[in-house]
């Protein structure tokens, strides 16, 4: 292989699997959940379904009865696409085909204390489309909004085109849902998705061939220590004396995110009377919290990969 190709490809494929295709997901993760969150604050305004909300109804030619939430908790499951909850007084249908179902994390698991004194979860909630789904508890307490249609006689929660439904399952009071929907629908860390583990896993393996082909003869010195270096990468911001940033990064990175839920609590709960520019110094305060997390790490990671360079250029003549 040409010498002065091989750095060339430790570079590209070092860039691709730690920074580009963990970056996408990032990309993708947080456009997901942004939406999740906009959608609860949007649904939370909705009125509570009821009997005599679907009886007035009833004369009307319109097949559409409207835009409404209902907690309920699940009776029966028909034809597997349809489920049925009940509060008590009323049933009604979801039309379950193509829809994602959030799952709350449990109140008692990794909580935090908000600025009113009480408990939110301080997980990401599990998100599953509806046709994995291997199985439901009957009872399993379900939050639903979105478009009310009727159909045969009887009121169907309906996604249509460009309203999809949405759908959470949790436990604990109904009237805590939304504020905990709102305060835990956010990515722990957007870097570490789905796409993560496989490419870092496919990263420490191709530069770990690289490095391979640099030893062989003739030795290629610099692409041996470059090639090694970057093998153990994912693994460097984990290593003394880099580590201690490693963990002031973890600390602010969670200070930026909590500031953000208590943002999006600020705008659930004032609603319209929100001031906007309050709203907009709190996400830059946050932001800058993130901004200064990322410095830590990176000037950590810096100091270990020096580090790890010397190492390896005295291992490797």
Not at 182 to 194: A, D, K, L
């Amino acid at each position: 292989m040409n010498p002065v190709s091989l750095p060339l490809l430790i570079l590209l494929f070092g860039t691709l699997f730690y920074l580009v295709i963990p970056g996408i997901g990032a990309f993708a993760v947080r456009k997901q959940w942004r939406v999740f969150r906009r959608q609860v604050l949007t649904r939370a305004s909705f009125p509570v379904l009821s009997y005599k909300g679907v009886r007035e109804q009833e004369g009307s030619r319109e097949q559409t009865i409207g835009s409404y939430q209902f907690f309920g908790a699940l009776e029966a499951i028909e034809d597997d696409d349809i489920i049925w909850l009940r509060n008590g007084t009323l049933s009604v249908a979801v039309e379950m085909r193509e829809v994602r179902l959030y799952m709350l994390p449990t109140k008692d698991f990794g909580v935090t204390v908000d600025g009113a004194g009480g408990q939110l979860p301080d997980r990401t909630p599990s998100v599953l489309r509806w046709h994995r789904m291997t199985s439901l508890t009957e009872g399993s307490k379900i939050f639903v909004a979105g478009t009310v249609v009727r159909r045969a006689g009887r009121a169907v929660f309906l996604a249509g085109r460009g309203d999809p439904l949405l759908v959470v399952m949790y436990d604990g009071p109904d009237e805590t849902v939304v504020r905990r929907a709102i305060w835990c629908g956010r990515q722990r860390n957007e870097y570490w998705n789905q796409l993560t583990p496989l490419s870092l896993a496919g990263g420490i393996l191709t530069l770990t061939v690289l490095a391979y082909l640099a030893i062989r003869p003739p030795l290629d010195t610099f692409s041996a220590v470059l090639a090694s270096v970057g093998a153990l990468l994912p693994v460097l911001p984990l290593a003394p004396p880099g580590v201690a940033l490693f963990f002031v990064y973890r600390h602010l990175w969670k200070e930026g995110r909590y500031r953000r839920a208590r943002r999006d609590l600020e705008i659930l709960e004032d609603g319209s009377s929100v001031d906007a520019q309050h709203a907009r110094h709190a996400g830059r305060v946050a932001a800058l919290f993130e901004l200064l997390s990322l410095g830590c790490l990176v000037t950590g990671l810096l100091l270990n990969v020096v580090i790890a360079l010397a190492v390896m250029s005295y291992f490797i003549p």
